[in-house]
């Protein structure tokens, strides 16, 4: 069974970077999209960005022009660079693999905590 491990989370100040990272436990087809997504307290847990075969990429609108999603698929690694945080960016940080494609084994990660404080 594929595991995923996210890791780069911490607590920055409103206008710092982080970047995520999520490692998966063995290979996984560079034809499955991945994405991330995120969990504020209290709120449900919302869709972030995703990867998709061929390298198409997708944004919350919340997060365009901030945020940047990418891969190496050769570390079965996917990242994500936040840029210019905010405030409401502060939750628990989520990767996972697409559920509906078949060319992905069901995975989730455990989560890695942003806190971005003014």
């Known amino acids: 069974q594929v595991q995923l491990v996210e890791s780069g989370g911490g607590s920055v100040q409103t206008g710092g970077s982080l970047k995520l990272s999520c490692k998966a436990s063995?290979?996984?087809?560079?034809?499955?999209?991945m994405g991330w997504y995120r969990q504020a307290p209290g709120k449900e847990r919302e869709f972030v960005s995703s990867m998709y075969s061929g390298g198409t990429t997708s944004y919350a609108a919340s997060v365009k022009g901030r945020f940047t999603i990418s891969r190496d698929n050769g570390r079965n690694t996917v990242f994500l660079q936040m840029n210019n945080l905010k405030t409401e960016d502060t939750g628990l940080y989520y990767c996972?693999?697409?559920?509906?494609?078949?060319?992905?084994?069901?995975?989730w990660g455990q989560g890695t905590q942003v806190t971005v404080s003014s």
């Open positions: 996972a693999t697409d559920p509906t494609s078949i060319y992905c084994p069901r995975a």
């Open positions: 063995q290979y996984i087809d560079s034809r499955c999209p």
